[in-house]
T-cell receptor, first 111, second 117 residues
Framework: DGGITQSPKYLFRKEGQNVTLSCEQNLNHDAMYWYRQDPGQGLRLIYYSQIVNDFQKGDIAEGYSVSREKKESFPLTVTSAQKNPTAFYLCASRIGNQPQHFGDGTRLSIL | AQSVAQPEDQVNVAEGNPLTVKCTYSVSGNPYLFWYVQYPNRGLQFLLK??????LVKGSYGFEAEFNKSQTSFHLKKPSALVSDSALYFC???????????????FGGGTRVLVKP
């Protein structure tokens, strides 16, 4: 079955540590997205990529970085510069004008 | 700029009664509208979309939504709610006039639906 796989499901970060969240899709979708979800605030766009080796900042990119070396993969790094990283992170992908398709998320917490 | 408002944080309804979740939007051009549902600790699942055509859109799990251009609304409805419909619902919009890179969506803050037996 095609879909988006996010791993790990739960992740803990120590102070000053960078952590990387994985997002892999086998849908052959061109575009991929990272969102942050906080209670009561809906989803906010962190980064997005329309094609391999290209990505753009979203609304809240500070403290995050991404790469898009392969069509299937769009990992997100939460750096130590992100002072409030505790949130639920969602990855999505899209092809053409179709709706975005979401993974099941990674919940990041601070130790 | 594009924006979405979901005025109700929570909607309570008895099982078997009609369910309505409200959404209003603001765009410069024509809207491309979506409804998604989220269950605890899961991603968003697509329910339905409107881009053009009939103002009443039918989607998954018996849900439908009515596009009203004059009121800039896209309310989600279900004639008879089930306990299993209890979840978090998100409305989203994209402005078709804006050739924004990435087909970015703007999401509402979400409405929690609680269906009581």
């Amino acid at each position: 079955d095609g879909g988006i796989t996010q791993s790990p499901k739960y992740l803990f970060r120590k102070e000053g540590q960078n952590v990387t969240l994985s997002c892999e899709q086998n849908l052959n979708h061109d575009a991929m997205y990272w969102y942050r979800q906080d209670p009561g605030q809906g989803l906010r766009l962190i980064y997005y990529s329309q094609i391999v080796n290209d990505f753009q900042k979203g609304d809240i990119a500070e403290g995050y970085s991404v790469s898009r070396e392969k069509k299937e993969s769009f990992p997100l790094t939460v750096t130590s510069a992100q002072k409030n990283p505790t949130a639920f992170y969602l990855c999505a992908s899209r092809i053409g004008n179709q709706p975005q398709h979401f993974g099941d998320g990674t919940r990041l917490s601070i130790l | 700029a594009q924006s979405v408002a979901q005025p109700e944080d929570q909607v309570n309804v008895a099982e078997g009664n009609p369910l309505t979740v409200k959404c209003t939007y603001s765009v410069s051009g024509n809207p491309y509208l979506f409804w998604y549902v989220q269950y605890p600790n899961r991603g968003l699942q697509f329910l339905l979309k409107y881009i053009t055509g009939d103002n009443l859109v039918k989607g998954s799990y018996g849900f439908e939504a009515e596009f009203n251009k004059s009121q800039t609304s896209f309310h989600l409805k279900k004639p008879s709610a089930l306990v299993s419909d209890s979840a978090l619902y998100f409305c989203a919009v994209r402005d078709l006039m804006i050739k924004a890179a990435g087909n970015k969506l703007t999401f509402g803050g979400g409405t929690r639906v609680l269906v009581k037996p």
